[in-house]
């Protein structure tokens, strides 16, 4: 059984879009921060290793 979802007005879609903008936003953020980290931890000498 399928429950029936309420409509949603034009104002409540805009302000949901950018509310998961600014979530997808501070997620990538964070990500990058976790990176950044990553390398400034393991030092220079991760990018000259032999692959």
Do not use: H, N, W, Y
């Not at 059984?1 to 949901?16: G, I, N, V």
């Not at 950018?18 to 990018?47: C, D, E, M, N």
Request: hydrophobic share 50%; no cysteine; proline share 8%.
């Amino acid at each position: 059984m399928q429950a029936k979802l309420p409509q949603l007005s034009p104002d409540e879609l805009k302000r949901r879009r950018r509310r998961s903008l600014a979530l997808a936003l501070t997620l990538g953020a964070l990500v990058l921060l976790i990176f950044a980290v990553t390398l400034a931890k393991l030092g220079p000498q991760v990018l000259q290793r032999p692959l």
